[in-house]
């Protein structure tokens, strides 16, 4: 039988929710033998693939470059997973939105200003399901280890 192949991705997070990931320790092992982890920020890898079987996908969509990389994702994946609350609801990415992008980038960077020619942000931030089509939420900030690993280990049908 063929691997399945993963991947896991960072948008607009802090990485807590692959720290969750992480924190399955040994089972990752178990989750690994079925699987080729194709891309992801755990590993050096620099062009999303095609035939991407799962994808876990931690964070919101923030900016130009996580709105391309979410429309990729959609495209060379067949299961896409949103991972923690970031991506299922905004979250802590999402405080900006009440304030307004003009006042947080004011208050942030305040007279040099955002150079929006390096990674144009976005006027709001948005969950992963109002980009593109999501087929599976893991809610928690982050999500508990063992959420990750029940939803994993059900997909590769190792439970
Ligand atoms: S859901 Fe929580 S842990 Fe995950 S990226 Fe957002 S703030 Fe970090």
């Given at each position: 039988m063929k691997p399945v192949r993963l991947a896991t991705i960072w948008l607009s997070g802090c990485s807590g929710c692959h720290m969750s990931l992480l924190n399955m320790h040994q089972e990752l092992l178990e989750i690994l033998a079925q699987c080729n982890?194709?891309?992801?920020?755990?590993?050096?890898?620099?062009e999303y693939p095609y035939g991407v079987d799962i994808a876990l996908v931690e964070g919101a969509v923030a900016n130009e470059d996580n709105r391309e990389m979410a429309r990729i994702i959609r495209q060379r994946t067949g299961t896409v997973i949103s991972l923690g609350d970031c991506a299922v609801n905004g979250n802590v990415s999402a405080l900006r939105n009440p304030v307004g992008l003009a006042a947080t980038v004011g208050r942030s960077?305040?007279?040099?200003?955002?150079?929006?020619?390096l990674n144009r942000l976005e006027a709001r931030v948005l969950p992963l399901h109002q980009v593109i089509r999501v087929d599976a939420f893991l809610p928690?900030?982050?999500?508990?280890s063992a959420l990750i690993r029940q939803e994993i280990f059900e997909r590769l049908k190792l439970t």
């Open positions: 982890l194709v891309y992801s920020p755990l590993m050096d890898s620099k960077y305040g007279e040099t200003g955002w150079m929006p020619e928690g900030c982050p999500p508990d």
